[in-house]
């Protein structure tokens, strides 16, 4: 299941600003989906938790109406 294979990775990009990005089996996405900067990685990392919740609802819901 796809919900399964997704994960959060957060980078710090310099300068203690940090990002997230949505990963599926250890790479990016085709179409990137991150978000930034935030100061720190336990703020990136909440923020990110829950992204990949949002995304798969949002394909889901495409899916239903068959675009």
Known sequence: ????????????????????EICRRGEPLSVRMR?????????????GKIAPCEFLELLESEQESGA
């Open 1 to 20: 299941m796809l919900r399964d294979e997704l994960h959060i990775v957060v980078t710090e990009c310099g300068n203690g600003i940090w990002e997230w």
């Open 35 to 47: 978000d930034g900067p935030f100061g720190s990685e336990e703020v990136a990392l909440a923020a």
